[in-house]
């Protein structure tokens, strides 16, 4: 009888959707400022492309005036580096989407042991220490492995959820399992 009560009270939130490549870009920027490797990374970009549009600034306004070789030289490695931080997450998706996008609907359950993902070709069960750790965009979950870099990952958009009260519910199940960051 106890039994029986536990699995009917049991918490479980199920998700079913067709994989889209705003999901695996999604996951890819979420993840790029959830870990410290992800955000090194956009740190340099960034400031890489900081240091060339000060170069930039002190080539133009110089005494000896600009010059044009520098003046080049400093708005083609600025295009680049800010060229870099916009597009790796898109073309990391795309790589990404091309693996998963083949699987055709997956299917996902969540509940207190961990989550579960179905599809054509995949049967797959992350228990939470495999996942340990989770971040929320306004368009999915990305929950994470323990490691610096995040190299495993699970997304669970939220268009997958049929009502819409059980995003609430989904959430409870993750910060009562792992962590939020």
Known sequence: ???ERSTTTRDTVELAYLPVLADAVGA???RAKATPSGRLQNGILLACGLLMLGALV????????P???GT?????????FLGLYALVPG???QQMHRMYAAQGEFRVVVDDDGV?????????????PALPRYTETDELF??????????GMAILPKRGIAAPADIDRLRAILDGNITRI
């Open 67 to 69: 010059s044009i070789g």
């Open 91 to 93: 073309l990391q998706g």
């Open 58 to 65: 002190l080539n133009l306004i110089g005494r000896r005036g």
């Open 116 to 128: 579960r993902q179905f599809s054509r070709d995949l049967d797959m069960t992350y228990r939470w």
């Open 142 to 151: 990305l929950l994470l492995t323990g490691d610096r870099h995040g190299v």
């Open 1 to 3: 009888m106890t039994e």
């Open 72 to 80: 080049v030289f400093c708005v083609v490695a600025l295009a680049f």
């Open 28 to 30: 890819i920027r979420a």
